[in-house]
Nanobody, 119 residues
């Protein structure tokens, strides 16, 4: 069983920055494609950024140029650097497999980390 633990969220003013981390542990030989997702109240969970094991990335249009996804394969950890944050980025952020570029099923979802952008 794989466990995903997200951290790094918080309250930040518009224009501010946060760096999220996602640590994977458990029955992992190696992490494949991973992604960061977010879910705002009343909305469906959406993929905002993905990264393959080799480092190729993809982003949802609203975060391009502001968010950067990265990973440390040796540590089974994925990061999301978020800059120029906007109130509409407010959501619970989760990491999991990016099924658009690899894998067929999600790992069990972690608890997520809350990001609130507000003045």
């Amino acid at each position: 069983q794989v466990q995903l633990v997200e951290s790094g969220g918080g309250l930040v003013q518009p224009g501010g920055s946060l760096r999220l981390s996602c640590a994977a542990s458990g029955n992992i030989f190696s992490l494949g494609s991973m992604g960061w997702y977010r879910q705002a109240p009343g909305n469906q969970r959406e993929l905002v950024a993905g990264i393959t094991r080799g480092g190729s990335t993809n982003y949802e249009d609203s975060v391009k140029g502001r968010f950067t996804i990265s990973r440390d394969n040796a540590k089974n950890t994925v990061y999301l650097q978020m800059n120029s944050l906007k109130p509409e980025d407010t959501a619970v952020y989760y990491c999991n497999r990016d099924l658009t570029t690899g894998g067929s099923t999600y790992y069990p979802w972690g608890q997520g980390t809350q990001v609130t952008v507000s003045s």
